[in-house]
């Protein structure tokens, strides 16, 4: 235990010794978590329409009206050609146009079948769809609308209507934020505790104090515990200020334990942390260690259901997300935040983040070399 604390001492005074690094590790992720979380959403606001509208009847103006009233929608201009209005879409100037034909009207007030056409900027297929479905909306309430004042007051009460009723758990207000922070928030730590962890011990080996090291009696168990422990700190740090940030600035709920997200976040750090000073321990510069963690990181955090869920992965991308340990603690993070699950609702995941670490703590003392 005594060659443990000259050790911690050793690397703790590393760290706070270069004052550059601070700020990258503690200012940057928390300015990131305040700024992806409004910018990493898929919730649409102020799509921009474009109408055509070649019909200038009461119906259609109505119709418009509703879209102009609707938060989700900006109305750019009104206009009469449709290929005025693929101009703007060519120039990503719009999103969707909206074109009424000239009987459109006419059709409404003699009952028959009205068609509105509309044309949605599918470069995007994520947020044409959504566009659609928003756009779908509109007009299928000014349909109900339309079906009510043509069966009159008289017809209404002879009608057996079913309502139904719903509620969003543990998403009221059915905002996005909520959703993507926890998941940011696990993807800024991870990218502290790996890289930090990556480029330790092969910076030792860069301005050649590994050398020293290893002529001294020190095992390299030890060695690789005080390398594995400072990191650990921070990490914690980091989950905290995020919290902190997710709690009074954001206002997300907390349903669930925070001590059972610092102990699913203690297992998940030693597998990021073991993995760090796995790559750390077999490079040669930082540069190859940076490289190499930003492989992984990549691979990782595009299949972690971070922003696509995972389920509409391809079957081959499912099986292998089974190894992916932070597709566990974001969908952890999230159950706990969000749904108050408990202990027990969480056993599977965090039994597999546990073998994970262990396999990577073995690994990692297993493989590095104390060589002179």
């Known amino acids: 235990m005594r060659v443990l604390k000259y050790l911690l001492q050793k690397e703790f005074l590393q760290i706070f010794r270069n004052k550059g690094m601070l700020p990258i590790i503690f200012v940057m992720p928390i300015l990131q978590l305040c700024i992806l979380s409004f910018a990493a959403t898929y919730d649409m606001k102020n799509t921009n329409l474009y109408v055509v509208d070649k019909d200038l009847s009461s119906h259609s103006r ?37 074109v009424f034909k000239e009987d459109f009207g006419k059709a409404v007030d003699l009952k028959y079948k009205a068609s509105v056409q509309v044309l949605v ?25 339309i079906k009510l004042n043509f069966a009159g007051n008289s017809q209404k009460s002879q009608h057996n209507l079913v309502y139904s009723t719903y509620s969003h758990q543990f998403n009221p207000e059915m905002k996005y934020i909520p959703y993507m922070l926890p998941g940011i928030l696990v993807l800024l730590v991870t990218v502290v505790a790996l890289f930090l962890s990556a480029m330790n ?29 400072p990191f650990m700190v921070i990490g914690f740090l980091e989950l905290g200020l995020g919290l902190l940030i997710a709690a009074f600035g ?36 930082q540069q190859q260690a940076m490289f190499i963690a930003w492989f992984f990181m ?31 603690f974001i969908k952890i ?16 995941e965090l039994i597999i983040l546990s073998i994970f670490a262990l396999s990577a703590i073995t690994f990692a003392v297993k493989m590095h070399r104390k060589v002179s």
């Not at 470069?123 to 007009?139: E, K, P, R, T």
């Not at 925070?258 to 203690?266: C, D, E, G, Q, S």
């Open 62 to 98: 109505e119709l418009i009206s509703k879209f102009n009233g609707s938060p989700f929608f900006t109305v750019k201009e009104v206009g009469f050609s449709e290929k005025e209005a693929e101009k703007e879409l060519f120039k990503d100037n719009i999103d969707a146009i909206l």
């Open 201 to 229: 011990v092969v910076r030792e080996k860069e301005i050649g104090t590994i050398e020293q090291i290893n002529v001294t009696p020190i095992r390299k168990s030890q060695f690789l515990v005080a390398k594995l422990i």
């Open 298 to 328: 990549v691979i990782f955090l595009l299949m972690s259901g971070l922003f696509t869920p995972i389920e509409s992965m391809p079957e081959w991308g499912q099986k292998l997300n089974i190894l992916n340990p932070i597709a566990y």
């Open 121 to 145: 900027n599918a470069i995007n297929a994520s947020s044409a769809g959504l566009y659609n479905a928003y756009i779908n909306s509109v007009i299928l309430d000014y349909n109900e609308s």
């Open 250 to 285: 954001f206002k997300i709920p907390f349903l669930g334990s925070v001590w059972l997200i610092y102990l699913v976040a203690f297992v998940y750090l030693l597998v990021i942390l073991g993995f760090g000073l796995l790559i750390s321990t077999q490079t040669d510069t």
């Open 333 to 348: 993070i999230r159950m706990i935040l969000l749904k108050g699950s408990g202990f027990f609702d969480i056993i599977k």
